[in-house]
Structure formats: C-alpha cells, structure tokens
C-alpha cells in the first residue's frame, strides 16, 4: 500500500487542519491517491488528475480510491478528474462536500460511505453507466 499524498491525526484533539491538497498529477500508486486516514479538520482536495492507482488486496477483495478519509470534518472535494479506480472518494464517517468533480472511464463507486453521512454529494455523472450485482 502506498500513497500519493497522506495526511493523518491520531484523534479530534490531535488532528492536521486547514490542509489544501491542489493541483496534482497522482497516479500509479498502489493503493490510494490521497489518503487523510483518520481525523482531518478543513482539507480542501481541489484541481487534482487522480488516475490509474493500482489496486491492493483489502479483505479479500481490490480496492483503490481516489480519496479516502476516515473521521474528516469540512472535507471539500471539488473540481479533480477521477480516472481508472475502483472507488472514486471513499469517506466513512465524515461530513465532507463533492462538487463539480468530473469521473472517466472505469469507476466502480463515485462515493462510497457510511450510512446516515454527512456528504454533500453535487456531481453530475452519466447514471446510464451504473451497474448493481446482488449476490445470492
């Protein structure tokens, strides 16, 4: 596993704040393009080209993202291009805002969190190109 960008905080009252994470070319990593991991306060994630990430074996199953947080509060991801991954943006248990984002070729899951969430999801996306599978 490894990581084009990764920022990480031990807990609410040891966290990195106010990042901006601009402007980036990210890709042929394993893993994640850009990681917050857990506790993140006021990371904007913006103009980035997040492409082409190698998957790695989570749980028994690939798994590559663009972004990926855990316990983020006032995450902005606006105006990247997310390119050849399995999970665009996966946030679980964050409060976080997708806007103007655009998505290319094969992305398993433009967002992927925990349910209720705190995610304001504003992107536009050709849903004639989403496919469920339910397993018996």
Known sequence: LSYGVLAYGESQSNMPMNLSIEDNDIFGISGSAISLGDYTYGTVISGNSLHDIIPVQFMGQDFSAGVQAQFAGGLNVENNLFSNLIIAASLPLCEASMADNNYENM?????????PNGISFNDSFNNSLIKTKYLK
Not at 107 to 115: A, D, F, N, V
């Open 107 to 115: 992305i398993g899951s433009y967002l992927t969190t925990t349910s």
